[in-house]
């Protein structure tokens, strides 16, 4: 039994990567919905929150059929991260994540994301402090390393387990790598491997079919598997990969009714919660997934990525469904 803290997460846990614009209330319930065991929250900075910042405020919106989630901070400055700590709690999340891995710019020179892994003493003082200022278990989401001439997260895992993380997620990746390249879960291998590591050790990074999730589990031996970009628009790869595990058999995907009732659930939702313009606007990348593959499709998703009212959107995915009701996806 995987356990963070007192939450127990059942024998080998899927959970939904956080994404910025992503991984919000709308599209977490869907995920929720295709057996996904454990959700993050968009990453929140922590100066907006202990600022009152509406758009920061507005990711601790938590709903009971979301449960068990953690809420995830970024952040670089001592006093923020632990003021923040304490209004985090007051959403009542069962997990505070701490985002170590973020490698876009605009995060980075802040020094808070991925820029810390350039101060491995820093983030370790920063996560105890967090520790401390909470009754919230804490995780942390990282990468390898800044670069391929740094990974030191052997040394991470050891020394932030010992000022009291109670779950650690790798993205097989350094900064540098973006999200280029392979991700290498060699590292993330050793970690588990290191006799001193008793916490749960999450694999992350290029998981997108049921077989990789199964070769990598038995590769790795990972406690848990993340799972972020193969989700985007596809909620189905939870179910996918739970059916694989459980039958060594291949689960057919979602028909046209299936795709179009989470497309248009998905945007009304998201409408409702995000308002008429981000709403729309934010829901447009994950159409690619949801209609991939479909011979023709491409007038229809044109339609979808540049209309701006819901009547419209939703006439669209009506079109969409009718005409190909009768197509087999493979």
């Known amino acids: 039994m995987v356990k963070i803290g007192d939450l127990s997460l059942g024998e080998f846990p899927f959970l939904l990567a956080p994404m910025e614009d992503v991984s919000d209330p709308p599209f977490r319930a869907l995920c929720k919905e295709q ?19 509406k758009k920061s405020v507005v990711k601790l919106d938590i709903y009971p059929e979301e449960r068990p989630i953690g809420v995830q901070i970024f952040g670089a400055e001592l006093d923020s991260m632990m003021r923040a700590a304490e209004i985090v709690e007051e959403a009542q999340p069962e997990v505070l994540d ?11 020179c802040k020094m808070a994301g991925a820029g810390i892994l350039r101060d491995i003493d820093r983030m370790v003082e920063l996560t105890e402090a967090v520790v401390k200022s909470t009754k919230l278990p804490v995780t942390v989401k990282t990468r390898l390393g800044w670069d391929q001439n740094s990974i030191k997260i052997e040394e991470v895992a050891e020394r932030l387990q010992d000022v009291g993380i109670k779950a650690l997620s790798i993205h097989g990746r350094t900064r540098a790598q973006m999200y280029k390249g392979e991700a290498d879960w060699s590292h993330i291998a050793k970690v588990k491997e290191n006799p001193r590591i008793h916490i749960p050790i999450f694999g992350n990074g290029d998981i997108d079919s049921p077989e990789k999730a199964k070769l990598y589990k038995e590769r790795y031996g990972v406690d848990g598997i993340m799972i972020g970009r193969a989700a985007i628009g596809y909620p189905w790869i939870f179910r996918e990969i739970k059916h694989y595990f459980e039958t060594g058999e291949k689960m057919a995907p979602p028909n046209i009714h299936e795709r179009v009732d989470a497309a248009r659930r998905h945007l009304i939702r998201a409408v409702e919660w995000k308002g008429p313009v981000l709403g729309v606007l934010e829901t447009r990348r994950h159409y690619t997934n949801y209609f991939r593959g479909m ?26 469904e009718a005409r190909y009701a009768d197509y087999v996806f493979s």
């Not at 996904?36 to 968009?42: G, K, L, R, S």
């Not at 701490?98 to 980075?108: D, L, Q, T, Y």
């Open 35 to 53: 057996g996904c065991d454990m959700m993050y929250t968009e990453f929140i900075s922590v100066e907006g929150l202990i600022r009152d910042a």
């Open 98 to 108: 701490i985002n170590f891995g973020c490698p876009v710019k605009k995060v980075v």
């Open 295 to 320: 011979p023709g499709v491409k007038e229809y998703r044109k339609k979808l990525v540049t209309l701006m009212e819901l009547p419209d959107l939703l006439a669209v995915l009506e079109e969409i």
